[in-house]
């Protein structure tokens, strides 16, 4: 059964930083375009950042800069790292993945993707 687990969120102070990974089990990681999503109270999800399976990475401008998206096949794991965090980016974080292979296409939309992690919580507060 292909799973999909977030973690490395919590609560960081405004400009403060966090590394978030999506582990995957039940497939390879390898073959599957995987994007980061997040979703604020009373919000929309929306795209934060998205990795084609060939390793092609796309982001938000809101995060442009800011956000690092990366893929480790050999520990079927992809990692996002957030820095220079605002308040306004509270939300729960959640990572996806879409069975693409061999895909340099960058595809960032929620209905790209089949494939759902329960979410982290990411809270940035003083």
């Known amino acids: 059964q292909l799973q999909l687990m977030e973690s490395g969120g919590g609560l960081v102070q405004p400009g403060g ?33 998205c990795i084609s399976s060939g390793s092609n990475a796309d982001y938000d401008e809101s995060v442009k800069g800011r956000f690092t998206i990366s893929r480790d096949n050999a520990k079927n794991a992809v990692y996002l790292q957030m820095n220079s965090l605002k308040p306004a980016e509270t939300a729960v974080y959640y990572c996806s993945a879409a069975y693409t292979p061999g895909t340099v296409q960058v595809m ?18 003083s």
């Open 108 to 125: 960032c939309n929620s209905a790209y993707y089949d494939s759902w992690g329960q979410g982290t919580q990411v809270t940035v507060s």
């Open 17 to 49: 930083s966090l590394r978030l990974s999506c582990a995957a089990s039940g497939f390879t990681l390898r073959n599957y375009a995987i994007g980061w999503f997040r979703q604020a109270p009373g919000k929309e999800r929306e795209g934060v950042s």
